[in-house]
């Protein structure tokens, strides 16, 4: 099991994330969107576990 929070830029952008369970099964993609993400010069992605270890297997980022 996976269950970690996801910060950006140093905010919580979602906590307990559950990845299997959000999905709806084991190995299906699942996709998130933060919008209005302020970034001044780089983007910052951390992860904190709460069980397991957090997984990123792609990212996108689109300038708004």
Do not use: M, Y
Request: net charge negative.
């Amino acid at each position: 099991d996976r269950v970690f929070d996801v910060l950006l830029q140093g905010e919580k952008v979602a906590a307990g994330l559950d990845v299997v369970q959000a999905s709806g099964q084991i190995e299906r993609a699942l996709t998130r969107e933060f919008r209005h993400v302020k970034v001044t010069s780089n983007l910052v992605v951390e992860f904190v576990p709460s069980k397991g270890q957090p997984i990123l297997s792609a990212i996108e980022v689109e300038r708004e």
